[in-house]
């Protein structure tokens, strides 16, 4: 079972990513910003990142930058989800929100099938 690290300063939306991503057979971890994300990543190596891009604290911007620096999460598949998505140059994918629940389950499996397959 691949694990996803949720990422995002509302915990509504925390809850909706968790819903869905469990729903679909998913193990899922939430972290409220991106230093509480990093200190997640450090412990238990996600197989994939979830974040937002406009959070407090640390911002998910900061926090694909500094996993994309370290060679030890580097290779971590990154999705950003944010209203902001097109400044997530450094994910493997973004999604703006509002997104659809179908797109988002796609492109966490396309990016965990990337994962596995060593891409």
Known sequence: MSTILVVDDEPDLRFLLRRILTRAGYQVTEAGNGA???DEVRRFRP???VTDLM???MGGLELI???RADPGTATIPILSVSSDWQLAVEADAAL???YERAELLETTQRLLKGRHDGQ
């Open 36 to 38: 509480v994300a990093l």
């Open 65 to 67: 930058e500094r996993l």
């Open 55 to 57: 959070m407090p604290v």
């Open 96 to 98: 703006p929100k509002p």
């Open 47 to 49: 197989d994939l990142v």
